[in-house]
């Protein structure tokens, strides 16, 4: 019987922890509107050029209700990670790649 590879991924090294604890708040609600997610990119923007940002030059940033819940390189792996660790669809989560 043939053994399938094993991919091995360090999430250690993949993801960066939270800058702030998460929002206290994150329950796995799967009801948003286009409103919630807009007040996230509206958020994000404006952090923009700001110190907060600067440690995930480089890597996708993910935010949750106004709260970075990590960085990465690789976007999906990410989503996946952050939607399993703190219940959150992964469409609610929003990404943006930071030069």
């Given at each position: 019987?043939?053994?399938?590879?094993?991919?091995?991924?360090?999430?250690?090294?993949?993801?960066?922890?939270?800058?702030?604890?998460?929002?206290?708040?994150?329950?796995?609600?799967?009801?948003?509107?286009?409103?919630?997610?807009?007040?996230?990119?509206?958020?994000?923007?404006?952090?923009?050029?700001?110190?907060?940002?600067?440690?995930?030059?480089?890597?996708?940033?993910?935010?949750?209700?106004q709260?970075?819940?990590g960085?990465?390189?690789?976007?999906?792996?990410?989503?996946?990670?952050?939607?399993?660790?703190?219940?959150?669809?992964?469409?609610?989560?929003?990404?943006?790649?930071?030069?």
């Open positions: 019987m043939k053994r399938k590879a094993i991919r091995r991924v360090d999430l250690a090294a993949a993801v960066l922890g939270p800058s702030s604890p998460p929002p206290s708040s994150v329950n796995g609600d799967d009801t948003f509107t286009e409103e919630d997610l807009m007040d996230e990119w509206r958020w994000l923007y404006d952090e923009k050029n700001r110190p907060l940002l600067a440690p995930h030059g480089g890597r996708y940033v993910a935010v949750y209700r709260t970075i819940l960085s990465a390189r690789d976007l999906e792996l990410l989503r996946l990670y952050l939607s399993e660790k703190y219940h959150i669809t992964p469409g609610r989560i929003v990404t943006k790649f930071l030069d």
